[in-house]
C-alpha cells in the first residue's frame, strides 16, 4: 500500500501514525468496568453532575470573570475559546478508543471483497477474532487496519458508512451505543462555557470525520468546530459529479505538538480555556497557558475505578504522567472524576429520575 | 532555503506554488481604475446595493426558499453552509492580489537585516523597486519573497505585523486602505445569507493569517471560518512559553482543487451556496453543484472598467475563462458589476449618503 511504503513524502507522520500505534496496542486485552447509578438536579445550577469542591468553584469563578467588563479577568466574546479533547475528555476510552471498534468492524464488513484476507495478516487475526494475535504483529498491523478502515472511499460515503456503525455499534462491556458513554459533567460545562459566549472545538487525535458524526448532535459542536486526525483526500470528478476521495494516507496526526499547531490554522487564536484528559493534551495545555491574561487549564483525571476506570500514569490508553506532573506543578485544575462528579454518563439520570 | 531545495518531502506543493506565482507574475506592471460615486438605499431591501434584475432575484428567491420549512426548496439550519471566495470576490485584486504588496512591504522592512540582499535576486529589484527586473526573474523569484515574508516568526508575531501593515498600506492607485476595497454588494449579501441562518465562510488562495487579520471587522466571518493558504508551522517551548514558529515551506496551496479538499477538511460539509469570480473557484462550484437539493452557484463577472477593472478570459490575475463556459452551459448565476451592482465600494455610500 502507498502508505506503508510510501515513506520519502512522509516521514514523520509515519513516525507518529506508529507511535499512536504504539501506544494502543499494549490495550488489547484490557477491559472492566462497572456501573453505579447517580443522579443530581438543581434548577438554579448549571453544572448539576458536578459536585460542590475547589473544581466546579474554579470553573465558576473563571467564567463569571470572564463575562465582567469592568473586571480585571474579561475577556473579550471574540477570545472566549474553548478547546476540548475528546477521547476520555468528553466521553470513555476503555478499553479502547472507539474508533478502533468501527475500524475492526470496518475490516469484517470488507471482508466479503477480500478473499486474500482470509490468510493476510492483520486482517486474518480480526476475522478470527483473535487479538492475541493481532497485538503480536505490532505497529505494522494497526496502521494497516487504520488505513484500510478509513480509506478507499469518498467523503461521503464515508461519512454514511460512519453513521451506520454507530447505530447499530455497541461497547464491548457497557453493551450500549457508544454515544451513550459520553461525561455528563462535561455536557454541562461545554453548555455553561457557551451560556457565557465561549466558542467551543474539539481537538482530537480521534479522526475528524468519526467525531463529526455525533458532534452536532451529541455535544452541540457544529462539525467545522471539529479538529482532527485527517487522511489525504483528492478532488475528482466522477461525470459530472465532484467528489472527494479519501486516499490510503495519513495527513496530519492531531495529537501532543501537532495539537496547537492545529489549533493556530483551524481556529486561528489561541484558547483561553483548554480540556484534556492525558500527555497528548500537553502542549495544548501550554498552548494554553502561555498566552496573557486569564486562561483556564482542565485535567480530567481518571480516579474511579466504581463507576468508569482508574488510570494515568501507567496506562497505554489516555497516559497522564507528564501532564499530571506539570498540573500540579503549574497549579492547573483537575477534575477528579470520582469525587468531583456527580454523575458520570447521561443515562444514569435517565434511569433514576429524582 | 529548505523550502527551495527540500523538494523530495513536497514535490506538488512546490508545482502547486511555482503555478502559483506564474500566474501572477505577468501582472506586475499593470494598472489602472477610476471611481465613480453612486449610492442606494432602501430600508425593506436587504440588499440595496444589487440593482433589480435577474441575479438580484435569484439570489433572493434560494435564499427566501430555503426557510420555507414546508417548501420543497427547504435547507435544513445546519446544512446552510456559504463559501467565498476572497480576492475579486468579497474585495478587488487588481492591479495584484493585496497580499503581494505586503509581501514586498515585508521585505523592504527587513532588508536592515540582511545586507546581502544589497545584491541578492529577488530582494535587490524589490529594494530597488525595479519591478521590470523581478518580472523577468521568473517563478522562482516570487516564491522566494513571498516565503521570506509569510515566515521566520512566531504566529503570534506574524498577527502583529500583518495588522500594522494593514494600518499603514494603501493601495497604489486608489490610495486608500486597503480594507477599503471590499465590495458592499457582496457585504450585503453576506449580512443577507447570515440574517437567514447561513454560515459564512471564506475559502480563499490568499494566507489564511492574512485575511484572518480583517475578516471578523470588515466580513464579520470568524477567524476560524476562514480557509487559505497555510506555511508549515512548528511547535516549539521557549523556556516556559509555547509558540508556533511559521517556517518557510508551504503547507497547503488552496486554490482550485485544493478548494473542495479544504472544504472538506475544514468545515466538513458540502456547501449549497459558493461565490467566486476565478477558474481558481472553478471546483469549489463543481463541488457545491453536486450536492443533492438546492444550490446557488455565483460568479462574480468583473465587467466594470469605469468603476472597478474589466478582465475576465485574459486576465493573469482572477482569470475567469473555464469557470465563465461552465457557469453558461450550467446556468449558474453571473453577478454583472457593472449592471448588478448599484454602489462598488463601501466609501462610495459614506462619501455621498443620501
Chains 1, 2 share one sequence.
Not at 229 to 247: C, N, S, W, Y
Not at 274 to 285: E, V, Y
Not at 307 to 333: C, F, H, N, P, T
Request: charged letters at 25%; proline letters at 6%.
Amino acid at each position: 500500500m502507498a502508505f506503508i511504503t510510501d515513506t520519502c513524502s512522509n516521514p514523520n507522520k509515519m513516525k507518529h501514525f506508529r507511535l499512536f500505534a504504539t501506544v494502543l496496542l499494549g490495550a488489547f486485552l484490557i477491559a472492566g468496568c462497572s456501573r453505579q447509578t447517580r443522579t443530581a438536579h438543581s434548577p438554579s445550577d448549571p453544572l448539576p453532575s458536578w459536585n460542590p469542591g475547589v473544581t466546579k468553584t474554579a470553573i465558576m469563578e473563571f467564567v463569571d470573570a470572564s463575562c465582567e467588563k469592568l473586571g480585571e479577568k474579561f475577556i473579550p466574546v471574540a477570545d472566549r475559546v474553548a478547546v476540548f479533547d475528546n477521547d476520555g475528555t468528553l466521553w470513555a476510552e476503555k478499553p479502547l478508543y472507539f474508533q478502533f471498534y468501527f475500524a475492526m468492524d470496518r475490516v469484517r464488513q470488507l471482508a466479503p471483497e477480500h478473499p486474500e484476507w482470509k490468510t493476510e495478516q492483520p486482517f486474518k487475526a480480526i476475522l478470527d477474532n483473535d487479538m492475541e494475535t493481532f497485538a503480536s504483529l505490532g505497529n505494522g498491523a494497526l496502521t494497516k487496519m487504520l488505513v484500510t478502515a478509513n480509506s478507499g472511499t469518498t467523503s461521503a460515503e464515508f461519512n454514511q458508512i460512519v453513521t451506520e456503525w454507530f447505530r447499530k455499534a455497541e461497547h464491548p462491556t457497557y453493551q450500549r451505543p457508544f454515544k451513550d458513554l459520553v461525561y455528563q459533567p462535561m455536557l454541562e460545562l461545554l453548555n455553561y462555557l457557551r451560556d457565557h459566549q465561549f466558542k467551543t472545538f474539539i481537538v482530537s487525535g480521534g479522526g475528524i470525520e468519526f467525531i463529526r458524526d455525533f458532534s452536532e448532535d451529541v455535544y452541540r459542536i457544529p462539525k467545522d468546530q471539529v479538529v482532527g486526525t485527517t487522511m489525504r483526500t483528492q478532488f475528482e470528478l466522477k461525470g459530472d459529479k465532484a467528489v472527494i476521495m479519501r486516499l490510503p494516507e495519513l495527513d496530519f496526526y492531531n495529537d501532543k505538538e501537532g495539537k496547537p499547531v492545529a489549533i493556530d490554522k483551524y481556529i486561528g487564536r489561541r484558547p483561553v480555556f483548554c480540556a484534556g484528559n492525558s500527555d497528548g493534551d500537553l502542549q495544548m495545555m501550554q498552548y494554553t497557558a502561555s498566552g496573557d491574561g486569564p486562561r483556564f487549564m482542565l485535567y480530567v483525571h481518571h480516579t474511579d475505578g466504581e463507576r468508569e476506570w482508574a488510570y494515568d500514569r501507567e496506562s497505554s490508553v489516555g497516559r497522564l504522567d507528564k501532564g499530571l506532573d506539570e498540573a500540579m506543578q503549574r497549579g492547573w485544575i483537575l477534575a477528579d472524576i470520582k469525587s468531583d462528579w456527580k454523575v458520570v454518563f447521561p443515562y444514569e439520570l435517565g434511569e433514576d429520575p429524582e
